[in-house]
Structures are given as structure tokens and as C-alpha cells.
């Protein structure tokens, strides 16, 4: 009786979203506009409001002329001394919760999670769990447990009082009873504060229930299909009849094109799915048509600012805004937040597919990019380089990244190692590489002349790594689960380098130099 009038709650819920959703899309410009200056009315007597006269802002113009763009390590101090019991320093009062985020653009960041915060990350969460129900009906989703493989839901004092944990760990310990009763794994394992005993304990909890939905990043939850099937080795390839009710995936952190095959032959059979755009800063955006890409909220307290990737670092950026943004131009994400983020560079590279509403696609960040040899080639290059090449050899990968190789003495000029750890090794590996190449060379003006007779740069090196290898390179380096990702790209070597110290062996199945 209480699943059945949840899912009578979650259908009226769905159609009044459905409704707000079309409403926000007629009035875009003007909810953006009333979001800003709520948010400058509430911290105008803050600290940084004070300094940027937030109280005379009246419009977009006049409070982008009085604040900057800023990124984390801008804001690290003033997020500092809140830390450490400072009132009133970015928005008002002082954050009692606080989260620590995988830093891939900035090392380590701390970043602050007000009430107003958590209340925008709850909607976001709301509105995906609404999404999975109208995929697949929500009497058939709210009928059995829904697995959530997010962080730890214990939190660590920090600083004056404050507490400190992972964003989905703190989003499930505020759960709605109904809802928290179907969370798996439960609040006693979610709580285990090691990745690698939780993760055994819950592959042992799942593996016997009736798992309705899954929600996580990819690689993560390939883990934990790994670890139920040690469980029981005969269900390897047979998690669909394991779980024969599971009928949706919410996922986000990366893209998923990678993953598709090798999830698809895991399971045994499709998924409904539902993508989501979740930050620490912010949740952003998410996929509510079956197909296509992501819409952006409107309604979650968030003012967004959209900049050219190309006028990063200069002196006089141009800020777009909803009403303005370009269709298939790449931006950079910023943020004003209700946690007191002040046109924060979010880090994200995005590009607008279509208006009305306004729909978007994540293709990289803003730092994680290969631009040794002239190339520039961004990360949506590499992983739809990576879906081509493994759709022409039948390979599938459980993670992978690219870097530079710079030339030695024996090697007059460099060129691109992929470092890849495959669940199916291609049919071709010598094909696999050429589809790598040629994909790159259609897709990157830059790289098909570098590459055009080897005058910039060599044909790409394949690297096979054994099965384990990013995950005890992520070990290592104490980044298991949460929201903790490998770069798919990145113009230095360091992460390159420490993935072939974890490694037992490397298989060099291809070198470079191959013929243009």
C-alpha cells in the first residue's frame, strides 16, 4: 500500500515537473534574471558582498561588471576562514556541511554545502528519480530496492564544528522515508568508510535482491558487477537474470558511449537511462527525453554564465548568458550558487544542441585537453575515436586515458600513447590503432595536418594494461569510488606515468610510427 500511493505521489510529481519544465522554457531569460538577484539579495551583507557592492546590483550587467570570474583556488581562502568558524564570509551564516570533491582540475577542493545547497542537489535528484519512473512506470520502479553506489554517507569533523563528507553520501543521509527503505545497499554499508570492504559487502547484499535501478558513474558500478559476479561465478554474463526486474540506469560523471557494449553484455539486455549532470558546485542539468541530450535547470537556484573556451585567461571574457548562448559553440561552465559561489569557472566544457528548451552535451574540460605537437585534441574527440575503434574490432573498455610521448633521441618526434584496459580485446589490434588514428584525423583539423605525413607527430601507440590496473592506480592514490574519475586526456605525462607504475605488465600491441 505505500509503494503503490508512493507511486501515485511520483506520477502527480512528474507531471507537475513536466508542466513547470515548459513554463521555465517560455520564460527562460526572465527566471535567470529573478534567480540572480535573489541570490545577490541574500548575501549582500556578507563579506564578499560588501566588497562587490552586491547591494547595488539591479540587472545581469550590473552584476557582471562588479564580479569577476574566479575559479576554486580564488575562492580557496575566504572558504578557509568559513571553515575555520568565519560568519558571513560568502553567504550568510556559516556552512555546517562541507564536501571534499576528487579535484581533477585543481588538486583537492573543499567546497562548502549551505541549506540552500543541499535543498538545489535534492531537486536534482528528485527530478532524475522522476525520470527513471516515467521510463519504466513507478509501480514497477518503486517495487524493489534501488541501488545508489555513491560515496560514504559518514561525514569527518573539519574546522569549527563543521562536517565534512562525499556529496551523494550527504544527499542519501536526508532521504524521504519511503524512499530511504528502498535505498540499497542501506544505511549500515553506505556507511562503511573504506571503498574496498563496502564495495565486497554490498556486491554480497545485491547479488540476492530484486534490484530495480541502478544510479552511479560507470566504471564504479563495472566494479561492482565484477565483484557480485566472484559471488557467483556462473552469473558473469548474467545479471539480467539476476535482476530481472532492473529496468534503468542513472549515470553521469562521464560519458557513457564508452561503456555502452560492454554494460549492455553485462546485463543481457538494454537499459532505459537517464544521465545526469551533478556537481559539488551545482547539479546542473539532466536527460529528460529518452533521447537526445541533457536539459538545463532553470529552477534549481543556480544563475549560469556561459564563456568561450577561447576567451578563458583573457582579460575581457565574454559572459553569455541563456539568452545568448550559441548552438554548437564550446563553452565553459560558471556558476552563482546558493552555497555562495560567485561566478565560479566550473571546469566543464559544454555545447547547446538545440533551444527552446535549452539542451546540452558535456564534451571535456577545461584543463584536460592534448596539445603537445599543435594537436589540440579535447576529450570528446578521443572518446568518440575510442567508440569507433571499438565498434570496428568488437573491443570493449573498461577505462582508458591518452597523453603525450614526447621524442627522444630515437624517436624524432612524438606522438599520442592510449592506455587502455580492455573487458574484450579488439578482433584487430593493428586495426583498432588505424581507426584510432583516422577517426582523430577526421575529426581534428589540427591533428590531420600533424599528422599528414608524419611531419608533426607519429602515428598513436596502443598500450594494453592488465585487468586491475586503473583501479590500483586509483587506489594508490586513495581516490575509490564517489565521484573520483580518471581523465580520459591530459597534456602531461603524469597520469600516463603512474598507471605504468601500477601496471604488472604492458602489453605494447602496436608502436608508434605507423604510416600516415
Known amino acids: 500500500m505505500i509503494a503503490r500511493g508512493a507511486a501515485w505521489m511520483l506520477e502527480r510529481y512528474v507531471a507537475r515537473r513536466r508542466r513547470m519544465w515548459e513554463r521555465l522554457t517560455r520564460d527562460a531569460i526572465a527566471e535567470q534574471e529573478r534567480t540572480l538577484l535573489s541570490l545577490v539579495r541574500r548575501a549582500g551583507q556578507?563579506?564578499?558582498?560588501?566588497?562587490?557592492?552586491?547591494?547595488?546590483?539591479?540587472?545581469?550587467?550590473?552584476?557582471?561588471?562588479?564580479?569577476?570570474?574566479?575559479?576554486?583556488?580564488?575562492f580557496k581562502p575566504r572558504l578557509e576562514r568559513a571553515v575555520e568558524g568565519e560568519f558571513d564570509e560568502l553567504w550568510p551564516g556559516r556552512p555546517t556541511y562541507w564536501v571534499k570533491t576528487s579535484g581533477t582540475t585543481a588538486?583537492?577542493?573543499?567546497?562548502?554545502?549551505?541549506?540552500e545547497a543541499l535543498a538545489s542537489h535534492r531537486r536534482g535528484g528528485w527530478d532524475a528519480l522522476a525520470m527513471a519512473a516515467e521510463r519504466v512506470g513507478?509501480?514497477?520502479?518503486?517495487?524493489?530496492?534501488?541501488?545508489?553506489?555513491?560515496?560514504?554517507?559518514?561525514?569527518?569533523?573539519?574546522?569549527?564544528?563543521?562536517?565534512?563528507g562525499d556529496?551523494?553520501?550527504?544527499v542519501a543521509r536526508q532521504l524521504p522515508p519511503v524512499i530511504r527503505d528502498l535505498h540499497s545497499p542501506g544505511p549500515d554499508l553506505s556507511a562503511i568508510p573504506d571503498w574496498e570492504t563496502r564495495i565486497a559487502a554490498i556486491a554480497t547484499r545485491v547479488a540476492g535482491q530484486d534490484v530495480r535501478l541502478l544510479r552511479g558513474m560507470p566504471s564504479w558500478l563495472l566494479i561492482l558487477f565484477e565483484r557480485v559476479a566472484r559471488i557467483d561465478p556462473g552469473s558473469a554474463h548474467a545479471l539480467g537474470s539476476r535482476w530481472p526486474n532492473l529496468g534503468v540506469l542513472v549515470h553521469g560523471g562521464v560519458s557513457f558511449a564508452p561503456y555502452h557494449d560492454v554494460f549492455e553484455q553485462t546485463i543481457g539486455r538494454p537499459l532505459e537511462r537517464v544521465e545526469v549532470y551533478p556537481a559539488s558546485e551545482g547539479f546542473v542539468a539532466l536527460q529528460t527525453e529518452r533521447t537526445g541530450t541533457l536539459s538545463?535547470?532553470?529552477?534549481?537556484?543556480?544563475?549560469?554564465?556561459?564563456?568561450?573556451?577561447?576567451?578563458?585567461?583573457?582579460?575581457?571574457?565574454?559572459?553569455?548568458?541563456?539568452?545568448?548562448?550559441?548552438?554548437?559553440?564550446?563553452?565553459?561552465?560558471?556558476?552563482?550558487?546558493?552555497?555562495?559561489?560567485?561566478?565560479y569557472v566550473l571546469g566543464d566544457v559544454i555545447r547547446f544542441t538545440a533551444r527552446d528548451p535549452l539542451r546540452l552535451e558535456i564534451i571535456g574540460r577545461t584543463r584536460h585537453f592534448v596539445n603537445a605537437f599543435g594537436e589540440n585534441v579535447i576529450v570528446e574527440e578521443v572518446e568518440r575515436a575510442l567508440v569507433e575503434a571499438c565498434r570496428r574490432t568488437h573491443a570493449e573498455v573498461v577505462e582508458f586515458t591518452v597523453a603525450p610521448r614526447y621524442a627522444v633521441v630515437s624517436e624524432a618526434r612524438g606522438h599520442h600513447d592510449w592506455l587502455v584496459e580492455f573487458a574484450t580485446p579488439p578482433t584487430s589490434t593493428a586495426m583498432f590503432v588505424r581507426v584510432l588514428d583516422d577517426t582523430l584525423k577526421q575529426l581534428n583539423t589540427d591533428s590531420r595536418i600533424k599528422r599528414t605525413g608524419d611531419i608533426g607527430m607519429v602515428g598513436p601507440r596502443l598500450l594494453s594494461l592488465p585487468r586491475g590496473t586503473f583501479y590500483a592506480w586509483m587506489r594508490s592514490r586513495g581516490k575509490l569510488g564517489g565521484q573520483n574519475k580518471v581523465p580520459r586526456v591530459t597534456n602531461t605525462r603524469t597520469v600516463a606515468d603512474g598507471l605504468l607504475g601500477s601496471a604488472s605488465h604492458v602489453e605494447e600491441v602496436s608502436s608508434a610510427g605507423m604510416p600516415s
Open 46 to 74: 556578507t563579506r564578499f558582498g560588501r566588497e562587490h557592492d552586491l547591494d547595488g546590483v539591479s540587472s545581469i550587467a550590473s552584476y557582471q561588471a562588479r564580479v569577476p570570474l574566479r575559479e576554486y583556488l580564488d
Open 107 to 115: 588538486g583537492d577542493k573543499v567546497l562548502p554545502v549551505t541549506s
Open 138 to 164: 513507478p509501480r514497477r520502479l518503486l517495487a524493489g530496492p534501488m541501488l545508489f553506489l555513491g560515496g560514504c554517507t559518514g561525514l569527518t569533523p573539519i574546522g569549527a564544528g563543521g562536517l565534512c
Open 167 to 170: 556529496l551523494s553520501g550527504l
Open 296 to 343: 538545463l535547470m532553470l529552477d534549481y537556484g543556480i544563475f549560469y554564465e556561459f564563456v568561450p573556451v577561447e576567451d578563458l585567461g583573457g582579460s575581457r571574457p565574454r559572459r553569455h548568458t541563456v539568452a545568448d548562448v550559441e548552438l554548437e559553440r564550446p563553452y565553459a561552465v560558471v556558476l552563482t550558487t546558493p552555497a555562495g559561489l560567485w561566478s
